[in-house]
């Protein structure tokens, strides 16, 4: 098929915005993924038209342009160091544009960029419930870390999903990031959980290394990364439940480390 026929990806198949949060996503899309477009090396999700409410459809919708690529996995990356510095390039990217009037931090996107310490309350209840199966005076530790650590710098542009669904891959490197509908702007450690979530520590040491990124905000990083294992510990999805632990494991191999434990 010419890849003419295939400009158009219909935002709405599995991501129906069927709830504020959702409609506010697609809404950020519309304004600002253009605007951070022409700034970054790698392709993004580009909306190119907008689809409005009427009532046999009321909801908002959006038409993206197609990016050739498959969700990233072990499988189809060449050599993970390679894009673990690719990714950690594309972040720094993002992070040098432009704030100006670009939406900050919080409900609207489930306060990724804000203070870690939004989700102690949470984190306290998963501690509870596994405290049985998990090293929980230890992962423990590891939340006080990222909890006591504040981002005083100003604030950058974070994707806020940084995940393997949302990256693509062609010829076996990154190609592609997709899917900014939580995007905000605050402290960018939030971007950084893949780094336990899909990464060993070798490529974590590369990932880290590339973004020349200090104690303090790995540890948020980390936070973001233990938070979420957590609360999918025990999730319905076998595979989600899979990678909460790889993380755990991750994040506890981590901790029989001196230099990083203290």
């Known amino acids: ?21 959702v409609i506010i996503k697609n809404e950020k899309e519309l ?11 790698l392709p993004i999700s580009s909306p190119i038209a907008k ?9 908002p919708w959006s038409v993206n342009r197609w990016i050739d690529g498959d969700t990233a996995s072990h499988s189809n990356i060449s050599d993970v160091n390679n894009f673990a510095c690719d990714l950690a ?17 919080g409900k609207h996107n489930f306060y990724r960029g804000g203070d870690l310490f939004v989700y102690h309350d949470e984190t306290e209840k998963a501690f509870e419930k596994l405290k049985d199966e998990l090293l929980t ?24 999903d ?17 899917d900014f509908g939580i995007m905000g702007v605050g402290d960018p450690s939030c971007d950084y959980a893949m780094a336990w979530t899909f990464f060993d520590k070798d490529t974590r040491n590369v990932f880290f290394q590339t973004l020349g990124t200090d104690k303090g905000t790995i540890d948020r990083a980390r936070g973001w ?8 510990y025990h999730d319905e999805n076998v595979e989600v439940a899979a990678n909460a632990k790889y993380a755990i494991g991750e994040i506890l191999d981590e901790m029989d480390t001196p230099d990083i434990a203290s």
Request: glycine share 6%; proline share 7%; aromatic share 12%.
């Open 137 to 160: 005076d230890t992962l423990k530790a590891v939340w006080e870390q990222g909890i006591q650590s504040k981002w005083t710098s100003k604030n950058v542009w974070i994707h806020g």
């Open 1 to 21: 098929m010419d890849d003419s026929y295939r400009t158009f990806c219909i935002k709405g198949s599995g991501d129906i915005p069927r709830t504020y949060f």
């Open 89 to 105: 390039l594309f972040l720094i990217e993002l992070q040098t544009i432009d704030t100006t009037d670009a939406p900050l931090a």
């Open 31 to 41: 304004m600002w993924l253009p605007k951070l477009k022409p700034c970054l090396s």
């Open 162 to 178: 940084v995940a393997p669904g949302n990256l693509l891959v062609k010829n076996g490197a990154l190609c592609a990031v997709i």
């Open 225 to 232: 990364a233990l938070w979420k294992a957590l609360i999918t």
């Open 51 to 59: 689809g409005e409410p009427n009532v046999d459809y009321p909801f």
